[in-house]
């Protein structure tokens, strides 16, 4: 069943990523299912990001130019960036900005949209990821969530606003709410950029 809600469009993405990356917070990011396998779409309220500029922001993989790694983030707005991590693990990103000028807001955190994951959607998320030990476990990081929902590099490139796409990113008509700003995690430069937001209720944002 289709869920209410807009997709958001190539425009919504075509800005600044520091423009971008807060009214993220509370849309949903859908990962449609493979009709063969008859099981539900599964979605996250993002509650968690961070903004990632191009060439003049240190921490960015756009930093030394293009790349066969990093070529998404070089793509037109609305482009599905997953890079590969520490030789086991798959980071989600939503490409902002003009073409040519990279910018990518990373997912850090998803909440359940209707405040807990149904049985169903507890069953497929925790297959995926069997050792988290809470259903707070299951989403509340980059990696975790992109574990749980089955992203990997085949989706690298996809175009989160192409109708028919198997990912997007769907706005409900819930308010960003009043987020928390602060330096970014996990990272050793630019770490003074204060260009993380997070809803500072949600137990899902990563610790």
């Not at 958001?8 to 520091?18: I, K, N, Q, S, Y």
């Not at 910018?103 to 949209?113: N, T």
């Not at 959607?121 to 749980?148: F, H, M, S, W, Y």
Request: include cysteine; proline fraction near 13%.
């Amino acid at each position: 069943m289709p869920r209410p809600g807009r997709r958001l469009a190539a425009e919504f993405f075509d800005r600044p990523v520091t423009e971008v990356a807060p009214e993220l917070l509370n849309k949903l990011l859908v990962v449609a299912a493979d009709p063969e396998e008859g099981l539900p779409d599964l979605a996250g309220r993002i509650v968690e990001v961070e903004a990632y500029a191009g060439e003049q922001d240190p921490a960015s993989h756009a930093h030394r130019g293009p790349t066969r790694r990093n070529r998404s983030m070089f793509g037109p707005p609305g482009t599905l960036y997953v890079y590969f991590t520490y030789g086991m693990h798959w980071c989600a990103n939503a490409v902002c900005g003009p073409r040519g000028e990279p910018g990518a807001v990373l997912i850090r955190a998803l909440s359940p949209p209707g405040g807990e994951w149904s049985p169903a959607e507890r069953e497929i998320l925790g297959d995926r990821r069997p050792r988290a030990a809470r259903p707070v476990d299951l989403t509340n990081g980059p990696a975790k969530l992109c574990q749980a929902l089955g992203l990997d590099g085949s989706h690298d490139g996809l175009d989160l606003t192409r109708p028919g796409s198997p990912v997007y990113i769907l706005d409900d008509g819930t308010p960003p709410g009043d987020p928390v700003v602060t330096p970014r995690k996990g990272i050793r430069v630019g770490t003074d950029l204060p260009w993380r937001w997070h809803d500072p209720l949600d137990p899902h944002v990563s610790r």
